[in-house]
């Protein structure tokens, strides 16, 4: 018998499901649809390399690792944790916001740990937004800002990032914007979403950056979200908004252990904020988890006291990498700047090629690599391809070695 059956509905007994509206405006993330087209690939014998996604290949630090296998032995601790997190767990974050960011935060009150960033974006949009709100999204930024405000039926306003200004926000344009919102009386903007050291571009962050979204933040009513998981990654200047006065009575920063401490999944970030809004997060936050498991979380606060030398040691592989990265770059046609820091390499291509997502599938399905069109990011990114440097140097020479090869060819 012959089956008809629209991909967005379901027969159930007779009767047609629909899914919510929400479900409507997003689509499933890119990476998702990308790396099972590359299983399938790879099934087939392809043997893609993939320098697409951002997730760390080096393990975290031995001691944190002991204190894990130490921890899960015992027999009291696999149970329902607080939703605050354990005590050591949140003074190993103040200590490590004191110590590198020069920032004093209250463990009980100012600090609540997170199960990834993703999860934090999500929390922090529920809590502060209502449908209809205004929310600045940085166009090229991480989709997850974008696509999480539609979910939660706020309107994504997005905010260029231009490679002439460094990949910092235009701030006459941000005034602009919150202008034309105010004459067409749509709701007001309530929040922003920042993201320094930058994903995609490796644009660093600066004191006179932070100062001026803080201010922006003050004058409007806006509460900025800086998302800040890179400052450790090929970076000498690790810095926080929460630097600036004033920054904690309107901020909000989110870190994450995934890439400073190699941890991706283990799932252990945070958020940091003054006690209201770490309040009202953790409103939404003790309604949708139960917590992270115990010895995960004493690993993580062992984590959090490595010394410089833990992040030089990472920088060193990284920045070896980075060589190679910039190699392929450049077997591509793409420029770049040399100042990027964080674990990818952001390149524009040549005024030659059609866009960034006809050269990373020519890429993909003539050299078996993988990487990743600047489209994903936003319009502002359509232009440029990004390389992850989570691999090891003889798979980034073998993907240099495919790349070459493809250029004398003509992509």
Same mark, same amino acid.
């Given at each position: ?154 309107? =994504?306003?997005?905010?260029? #990032?231009?490679?002439?200004?460094? $990949? !910092?926000?235009?701030? +006459?344009?941000?005034? @602009? ?121 004493? =690993?993580?606060?062992?984590? #959090?006291?490595?010394?410089?030398? $833990? !992040?030089?040691?990472? +920088?060193?592989?990284? @920045? ?92």
């Amino acid at each position: 018998m012959k089956k008809e059956n629209k991909a967005s509905d379901a027969i159930m007994n007779g009767c047609r499901i629909v899914p919510a509206g929400r479900v409507g405006c997003v689509e499933e993330y890119y990476f998702s649809r990308k790396l099972k087209e590359i299983a399938g690939m790879n099934v087939a014998g392809k043997d893609v390399i993939n320098l697409g996604v951002g997730s760390p290949d080096m393990p975290p630090s031995g001691q944190a690792v002991d204190v894990f296998c130490r921890e899960v032995k015992k027999d009291d601790v696999h149970g329902y944790q607080p939703y605050t997190g354990i005590p050591a767990l949140r003074e190993g974050f103040a200590g490590w916001y004191r110590r590198w960011y020069g920032v004093n935060l209250d463990p009980e009150r100012e600090i609540q740990p997170l199960i990834g960033s993703k999860e934090g974006i999500l929390h922090i949009s529920l809590a502060f937004l209502n449908p209809g709100d205004g929310v600045l999204t940085p166009n090229p930024g991480y989709p997850a800002y974008t696509s999480v405000s539609k979910l939660v039926g706020a309107d =994504a306003v997005s905010y260029k #990032l231009d490679e002439n200004n460094g $990949w !910092y926000p235009d701030f +006459n344009e941000l005034e @602009r914007l919150l202008a034309e919102r105010r004459k067409t009386g749509k709701p007001a903007v309530r929040l922003m979403w920042t993201n320094y050291p930058n994903m995609p571009t490796g644009a660093d962050s600066s004191a006179d950056l932070y100062e001026r979204l803080v201010d922006f933040a003050h004058r409007h009513g806006i509460v900025v979200c800086n998302d800040n998981p890179y400052s450790f990654i090929l970076n000498e200047h690790p810095r926080s908004i929460l630097s600036v006065p004033g920054a904690k009575d309107i901020c909000i920063e989110m870190n994450s252990m995934s890439k400073s401490h190699n941890m991706p999944g283990w799932r252990m970030a945070m958020l940091a904020s003054n006690e209201r809004f770490v309040q009202w997060i953790l409103k939404v936050k003790s309604n949708v988890d139960s917590g992270q498991f115990r010895p995960m979380q004493s =690993a993580a606060a062992e984590a #959090l006291g490595a010394g410089k030398e $833990w !992040y030089d040691g990472m +920088n060193a592989v990284y @920045r070896s990498r980075r060589a190679l990265a910039g190699r392929i770059m450049e077997a591509l046609g793409c420029t770049y700047d040399g100042k990027q820091v964080g674990m990818f390499l952001w390149g524009r291509i040549s005024g030659e090629a059609e866009s960034g997502e006809a050269l990373a599938d020519a890429v993909l399905y003539k050299a078996n690599v993988f990487i990743t069109p600047g489209f994903v990011f936003g319009s502002a990114g359509e232009r440029y391809v990004r390389l992850s440097l989570c691999c090891k140097n003889h798979t980034l020479e073998k993907a240099l070695e495919r790349v070459s090869v493809l250029k004398t060819g003509n992509i």
